[in-house]
């Protein structure tokens, strides 16, 4: 299976920030979409990716300044701080099984997937474990159904 069928079951719809979006902006636009993440886009390129892990990593990061003295409250902190700037990517013709194997390396749960420079959907942990069990649930009823056919001896 490659990343293309993936992307073919799932909505199309890409959520886009843009790196001077404020964060909390940011965070009510993935929040009101119940989405884990949004592609950074700057001059119509990716710039990087903002999930929810980087959102928790600079709120945490600024919590722990606080300690030390004034912070500027999260209205104040930009995508662009907050943000993935090299984030993984894949491509459409790539294995399902490589990509699986890049997410689970790297530790990344949102993947864009890039044609040239253009980003053509996001693959999340969630869409290849679907996929990958609705691949297998289709092969097992064909194997059943191939082996009640059986002819007899």
């Known amino acids: 299976m490659e990343v293309k069928e993936v992307l073919q079951v799932k909505d199309a719809r890409l959520f886009t920030v843009r790196p001077e979006t404020p964060l909390s902006e940011a965070v009510i636009m993935m ?5 884990g993440s949004a592609i950074v886009m700057d001059d119509g390129k990716l710039a990087g990716m903002l999930t929810f892990r980087e959102v928790l990593v600079i709120l945490a990061k600024r919590q722990t300044e606080r300690r030390v003295g004034p912070t500027p409250p999260i209205a104040e902190i930009l995508v662009l701080e907050a943000m993935d700037r ?3 990517t894949a491509t ?5 099984d490589e990509l699986r194997r890049m997410m689970v390396d790297s530790h990344t749960r949102y993947v864009p997937v890039m044609e040239d420079d253009a980003v053509v959907g996001i693959v999340s942990f969630h869409d290849v474990a679907k996929a990958v069990l609705e691949e297998r649930n289709m092969e097992n009823k064909l194997l059943k159904a191939y082996i009640k056919d059986w002819p007899a001896p």
């Open 86 to 88: 090299d984030p993984p």
């Open 31 to 35: 929040a009101d979409n119940d989405i």
């Open 92 to 96: 459409p013709d790539m294995d399902v």
